[in-house]
Protein backbone atom coordinates (compact mmCIF):
# COMPACT_ATOMS: atom_id res chain seq x y z
CA UNK A 1 0.00 0.00 0.00
CA UNK A 2 2.94 2.62 1.02
CA UNK A 3 4.36 1.38 -2.36
CA UNK A 4 1.98 2.18 -4.34
CA UNK A 5 0.91 5.50 -2.22
CA UNK A 6 4.72 6.53 -2.96
CA UNK A 7 4.20 5.45 -7.08
CA UNK A 8 0.82 7.33 -7.46
CA UNK A 9 2.54 10.85 -5.98
CA UNK A 10 6.14 10.42 -8.10
CA UNK A 11 4.07 10.43 -11.05
CA UNK A 12 2.13 13.64 -10.02
CA UNK A 13 5.12 15.90 -11.06
CA UNK A 14 5.00 14.77 -14.37
CA UNK A 15 1.73 14.90 -15.06
CA UNK A 16 1.84 18.85 -14.01
CA UNK A 17 4.58 19.51 -16.22
CA UNK A 18 2.22 17.76 -18.85
CA UNK A 19 -0.52 19.43 -18.62
CA UNK A 20 1.50 23.07 -17.81
CA UNK A 21 3.08 22.38 -21.34
CA UNK A 22 0.26 20.88 -23.19
CA UNK A 23 -1.66 24.13 -22.10
CA UNK A 24 1.07 26.19 -22.98
CA UNK A 25 1.13 28.17 -19.47
CA UNK A 26 3.90 29.38 -17.91
CA UNK A 27 5.09 28.65 -14.36
CA UNK A 28 4.86 32.34 -13.98
CA UNK A 29 1.00 32.57 -15.30
CA UNK A 30 0.15 29.41 -13.98
CA UNK A 31 1.79 31.28 -10.17
CA UNK A 32 -0.51 34.19 -10.96
CA UNK A 33 -3.31 32.04 -11.76
CA UNK A 34 -2.95 29.99 -8.56
CA UNK A 35 -1.26 32.17 -6.20
CA UNK A 36 1.66 29.03 -5.70
CA UNK A 37 5.00 30.50 -6.41
CA UNK A 38 7.47 29.77 -8.73
CA UNK A 39 9.77 27.79 -7.26
CA UNK A 40 7.30 25.71 -5.43
CA UNK A 41 5.57 24.78 -8.72
CA UNK A 42 8.83 24.03 -10.31
CA UNK A 43 10.15 22.04 -7.15
CA UNK A 44 6.16 20.38 -7.98
CA UNK A 45 7.05 19.31 -11.31
CA UNK A 46 10.73 18.28 -10.81
CA UNK A 47 9.54 16.29 -8.06
CA UNK A 48 11.89 17.72 -5.33
CA UNK A 49 8.85 18.69 -3.48
CA UNK A 50 6.27 16.04 -2.37
CA UNK A 51 2.32 17.25 -3.35
CA UNK A 52 0.10 18.26 -0.95
CA UNK A 53 -3.97 19.23 -0.74
CA UNK A 54 -3.03 21.90 -0.36
CA UNK A 55 -1.25 22.08 -3.36
CA UNK A 56 -3.03 19.95 -6.19
CA UNK A 57 -6.48 21.68 -5.32
CA UNK A 58 -5.78 25.01 -6.55
CA UNK A 59 -3.93 23.16 -9.41
CA UNK A 60 -6.87 21.04 -10.43
CA UNK A 61 -8.99 23.90 -10.44
CA UNK A 62 -6.30 26.06 -12.71
CA UNK A 63 -6.34 23.13 -15.03
CA UNK A 64 -10.07 22.02 -14.69
CA UNK A 65 -9.42 18.61 -14.10
CA UNK A 66 -10.34 16.35 -10.68
CA UNK A 67 -7.74 15.49 -8.32
CA UNK A 68 -8.45 11.87 -9.66
CA UNK A 69 -6.68 13.19 -13.16
CA UNK A 70 -3.42 14.78 -11.02
CA UNK A 71 -2.34 11.91 -9.38
CA UNK A 72 -3.26 9.02 -12.38
CA UNK A 73 -0.64 8.17 -14.21
CA UNK A 74 -2.59 9.21 -17.72
CA UNK A 75 -1.04 5.54 -19.44
CA UNK A 76 -2.72 3.49 -16.80
CA UNK A 77 -5.81 5.85 -15.84
CA UNK A 78 -9.13 4.71 -16.31
CA UNK A 79 -10.15 6.40 -19.94
CA UNK A 80 -14.05 6.78 -18.96
CA UNK A 81 -15.02 9.91 -18.59
CA UNK A 82 -16.75 9.99 -14.91
CA UNK A 83 -17.70 13.75 -14.78
CA UNK A 84 -21.32 14.55 -13.04
CA UNK A 85 -24.38 15.83 -15.36
CA UNK A 86 -24.76 19.58 -15.07
CA UNK A 87 -28.37 20.54 -14.93
CA UNK A 88 -29.29 24.37 -15.94
CA UNK A 89 -32.49 25.90 -16.67
CA UNK A 90 -34.49 22.21 -16.82
CA UNK A 91 -31.48 21.14 -19.32
CA UNK A 92 -29.41 18.41 -18.71
CA UNK A 93 -25.80 18.54 -19.98
CA UNK A 94 -23.31 15.35 -19.58
CA UNK A 95 -19.93 15.93 -19.92
CA UNK A 96 -18.44 13.41 -22.55
CA UNK A 97 -14.80 14.99 -22.39
CA UNK A 98 -12.77 16.51 -19.70
CA UNK A 99 -9.43 17.94 -21.01
CA UNK A 100 -9.54 21.82 -20.97
CA UNK A 101 -8.44 23.58 -23.32
CA UNK A 102 -10.22 22.50 -26.62
CA UNK A 103 -13.39 21.35 -27.83
CA UNK A 104 -15.38 20.17 -24.74
CA UNK A 105 -18.59 17.83 -25.61
CA UNK A 106 -21.61 17.03 -24.13
CA UNK A 107 -24.77 14.85 -24.19
CA UNK A 108 -27.61 17.49 -23.89
CA UNK A 109 -31.11 16.43 -22.61
CA UNK A 110 -33.32 18.87 -23.71
CA UNK A 111 -37.11 18.48 -21.86
CA UNK A 112 -40.50 18.44 -23.54
CA UNK A 113 -41.07 22.34 -25.12
CA UNK A 114 -43.24 23.97 -22.88
CA UNK A 115 -45.76 26.87 -24.45
CA UNK A 116 -44.36 29.67 -22.31
CA UNK A 117 -40.77 28.85 -23.06
CA UNK A 118 -39.56 31.58 -24.42
CA UNK A 119 -37.33 32.15 -27.49
CA UNK A 120 -34.51 34.87 -26.33
CA UNK A 121 -31.79 34.16 -28.41
CA UNK A 122 -27.99 34.70 -27.12
CA UNK A 123 -24.72 35.32 -28.11
CA UNK A 124 -21.24 34.66 -27.00
CA UNK A 125 -17.88 34.04 -27.74
CA UNK A 126 -17.06 30.29 -29.18
CA UNK A 127 -18.10 27.97 -32.28
CA UNK A 128 -20.90 25.25 -31.96
CA UNK A 129 -21.62 21.90 -33.56
CA UNK A 130 -24.57 19.63 -32.50
CA UNK A 131 -25.77 16.49 -33.37
CA UNK A 132 -29.68 15.13 -32.87
CA UNK A 133 -30.03 11.58 -31.25
CA UNK A 134 -33.58 11.48 -30.72
CA UNK A 135 -36.20 13.69 -30.94
CA UNK A 136 -36.64 17.33 -32.87
CA UNK A 137 -34.31 20.28 -32.37
CA UNK A 138 -35.49 24.23 -33.39
CA UNK A 139 -32.31 25.80 -33.55
CA UNK A 140 -33.41 29.82 -33.94
CA UNK A 141 -30.05 31.11 -35.57
CA UNK A 142 -30.33 34.80 -36.33
CA UNK A 143 -33.04 34.92 -38.85
CA UNK A 144 -33.01 31.30 -39.45
CA UNK A 145 -35.94 28.61 -37.83
CA UNK A 146 -34.62 25.22 -38.56
CA UNK A 147 -36.08 22.23 -37.40
CA UNK A 148 -33.82 19.31 -36.80
CA UNK A 149 -34.21 15.38 -36.82
CA UNK A 150 -32.42 12.35 -35.54
CA UNK A 151 -29.42 12.05 -37.58
CA UNK A 152 -29.24 15.73 -37.90
CA UNK A 153 -26.13 17.92 -37.14
CA UNK A 154 -25.43 21.60 -37.06
CA UNK A 155 -22.22 24.25 -37.01
CA UNK A 156 -22.30 28.15 -36.20
CA UNK A 157 -20.29 30.47 -34.53
CA UNK A 158 -21.75 31.36 -31.25
CA UNK A 159 -21.22 35.32 -31.99
CA UNK A 160 -24.66 35.09 -34.26
CA UNK A 161 -27.65 35.45 -32.30
CA UNK A 162 -28.89 31.81 -31.14
CA UNK A 163 -31.40 29.23 -29.19
CA UNK A 164 -31.53 25.97 -29.02
CA UNK A 165 -35.23 24.18 -28.54
CA UNK A 166 -36.95 21.29 -27.81
CA UNK A 167 -39.26 20.98 -30.74
CA UNK A 168 -41.52 18.07 -29.70
CA UNK A 169 -44.17 17.01 -26.91
CA UNK A 170 -41.01 14.07 -25.04
CA UNK A 171 -37.32 14.55 -24.39
CA UNK A 172 -34.58 15.68 -26.87
CA UNK A 173 -31.23 14.47 -26.54
CA UNK A 174 -28.18 15.70 -28.64
CA UNK A 175 -24.60 15.41 -28.93
CA UNK A 176 -22.72 19.58 -28.15
CA UNK A 177 -19.01 20.37 -28.87
CA UNK A 178 -18.31 23.79 -27.70
CA UNK A 179 -15.19 25.61 -28.84
CA UNK A 180 -13.03 27.61 -31.33
CA UNK A 181 -11.22 24.54 -32.80
CA UNK A 182 -12.75 21.29 -33.54
CA UNK A 183 -13.90 19.39 -36.57
CA UNK A 184 -16.57 21.60 -38.70
CA UNK A 185 -18.66 19.40 -40.58
CA UNK A 186 -21.15 21.37 -42.85
CA UNK A 187 -24.69 19.77 -43.26
CA UNK A 188 -27.48 21.31 -44.42
CA UNK A 189 -31.88 21.46 -42.67
CA UNK A 190 -34.94 22.72 -44.46
CA UNK A 191 -36.17 26.16 -42.60
CA UNK A 192 -39.36 25.45 -40.95
CA UNK A 193 -40.95 28.68 -42.68
Known sequence: MAKDLESALGAVGPRLRE????????????????????????????GTRKPTLELLLPLAEAYQVTLDELVDAPETGDPRVRARPIER??????????????????????????PSCGTQQQTHEGYEWLYVLSGRIRLLLGDHDLLLGPGEAAEFDT???????NAGTTP?????????????????ARPTR
Open 19 to 46: LRQRRDITLTRLAETTGISVSTLSRLES
Open 159 to 165: RLPHAIL
Open 172 to 188: AELINIFGPQGERVHVR
Open 89 to 114: GGHTFVPLSRRPGGPQAFKQILPPAE
